[in-house]
């Protein structure tokens, strides 16, 4: 964590700015938590992740992008040719890259559930996949997700957000990411009447 800390200093000296947040979100992936940042869309989640935390870590991030089936986790098996046809969640699982699912609540519930396996803790050293291959656990493995909500779905703002299910959110660790005046202040230096 403190050669982390004094990284990111030198990323602040070349001028960086971190999200408030940065930290505890830092400080949750090196505990193997599994973060669930939601927040107002434009407020620094996704790039938090796939350009700070990625570059600081030194690890590559594959974004996912919501669920939808099963498969977006686990892969399938191509019904023409027979061949399993793997997930950017099987090559990070299995490579050590982390995987982010960002809008994760914009995704259907009964496919998130198989997250579930992956999230508890246990059982999770080695998984069998679709193609019949034990997986062992990348130990750099993470898994990360966003939202624009609480997981309890659809608001005022995003009608379409669907409710995500209860063992996944009790899996996930929820952080509130808002927007970071310092960061808005930099990206609108050029525009003081802004």
């Known amino acids: 964590y403190n050669q982390l800390m004094e990284l990111k200093a030198k990323m602040i000296e070349g001028g960086a700015i971190f999200h408030e947040k940065f930290d505890d979100i830092l400080t949750m992936v090196l505990q193997n938590d599994a973060p669930y940042m939601y927040g107002p869309s434009g407020c620094g989640k996704t790039y ?3 350009n700070q935390l990625a ?20 892969g399938y098996t191509n019904s023409g040719t027979g061949a399993y046809v793997p997930s950017n969640f ?6 050590g890259d982390i995987i982010f699912f960002d809008e994760l609540d914009n995704g259907i519930a009964n496919a998130t559930t198989v997250l579930n396996s992956f999230l508890t803790g246990a059982d ?6 679709p ?3 034990q997986v062992l656990r990348n130990p750099n493995f993470r898994i990360l997700s966003a939202g624009n909500t609480k997981g309890t779905g659809k608001t005022l703002a995003h009608n379409t957000r669907q409710k995500m299910d209860e063992s996944v959110m009790q899996r996930l660790t929820p952080i509130e990411i808002n927007y970071d ?3 808005e202040e930099q990206i609108l230096r050029d525009y003081p009447g802004w």
Do not use: A, H, S
């Open 48 to 50: 938090m992740i796939q």
């Open 55 to 74: 570059k600081l870590l030194g690890i590559d991030v594959v974004t996912n992008g919501y669920v939808l089936y099963e498969q977006d986790i686990l």
């Open 90 to 95: 099987y090559r990070c699982y299995k490579f």
């Open 124 to 129: 999770t050293d080695k998984y069998v996949f």
């Open 131 to 133: 193609n019949g291959e």
């Open 181 to 183: 005046n310092r960061i």
